[in-house]
């Protein structure tokens, strides 16, 4: 079975522009969870989605924005990028909402 | 907002000591997860405890949860070199709310 996959895996981008990271599920998941990870930080939760619905959300502006497909997959997209952007952006899939999660690889989305 | 504060943040130990890493929360938790992240991986689920002073253990893992369920700890008895990475303790909050600890760095010394 296929793990979680994110795409692109590298990203580099201008301040000011705007982004869109993808996420395909585990088959079977219907819960994506986004999180931004800084360098020797933990990972910083974003969004929940379950069933095509948002179900948490965390401390982040509104720059940042998500949805989730009929298909489960996801999209983070995040507008007017800054420097503080740059991170290893994390998708995790579960079966539900805030039960075990799978994370995958990561999008790593730096900002010059 | 709700703080997880997980402490030590490094702990260098010699293959075969023992290691725990402890994670304290502001707000009670619905539950608590701990994850493994390996340097350039990705975070790997460990476990998930839901129930107050809940103990779960897997091989020369021992997992605890507090009455209080503000904090936990994670116990690894008699450590090898294949325990090397940064363990993260998760908590979810009554407001779904994720949030990670800063994560125990582990070291191990053959």
């Known amino acids: 079975d296929a793990g979680v996959t994110q795409s692109p895996t590298h990203l580099i981008k201008t301040r000011g522009q705007q982004v869109t990271l993808r996420c395909s599920p585990i088959?079977?998941?219907?819960?994506v969870s986004w999180y931004q990870q800084v360098l020797g930080q933990g990972p910083q939760f974003i969004f929940q989605y379950y069933e095509k619905e948002e179900r948490g959300r965390g401390n982040f502006p509104d720059r940042f924005s998500a949805r989730q497909f009929p298909n489960y997959s996801s999209e983070l997209n995040v507008n007017a990028l800054l420097l503080g952007d740059s991170a290893l952006y994390l998708c995790?899939?579960?079966?539900?909402?805030?039960?075990?999660?799978?994370f995958g690889p990561g999008t790593r989305l730096t900002v010059l | 907002g709700q703080q997880v504060m997980q402490i030590p943040q490094y702990q260098h130990v010699q293959e075969g000591e023992d290691f725990t890493t402890y994670c304290n929360s502001s707000t009670t938790l619905s539950n608590i997860q701990w994850y493994k992240q390996r340097p350039g991986g990705h975070p790997v689920f460990l476990i998930q405890l839901v129930k107050s002073g809940e103990v779960k253990k897997q091989k020369r893992l021992t997992f605890q949860f507090g009455e209080a369920k503000k904090n936990s700890s994670l116990h690894i008895t008699a450590t090898q070199t294949t325990d090397v990475g940064t363990y993260f303790c998760a908590g979810r909050n009554n407001n779904n709310d994720m949030r990670f600890g800063a994560g125990t760095r582990l070291t191990v010394k053959p």
């Open positions: 995790a899939s579960s079966l539900f909402a805030f039960r075990e999660q799978f």
């Open positions: 088959s079977g998941h219907k819960s």
